[in-house]
């Protein structure tokens, strides 16, 4: 399974537990979202908005940077 990580958010617990359905939690953005397979991040990516469809372009070989 991939995923794209595009951003995070810390709460306090007390935040947590007043959360409803149709809140809206603020997200900051990551500037490099790693791209995971499993549990292993394999690239990093920018995200970007194209044809009305959120999309990643992938900008950094994790393993291949290691190999540097």
């Known amino acids: 399974r991939m995923a794209v990580e595009v951003g995070s958010q810390r709460l306090s617990v007390s935040s947590l537990d007043g959360l409803v359905v149709g809140d809206i939690l ?3 953005m ?5 791209v995971r397979v499993g549990e292993q991040t394999m690239f990093y990516a920018t995200v970007h908005s194209n044809n009305g469809q959120i999309v990643a372009k992938l900008t950094q070989d994790v393993l291949q940077a290691e190999g540097e």
């Open 30 to 34: 990551h500037v490099r979202s790693p």
């Open 26 to 28: 603020p997200i900051n």
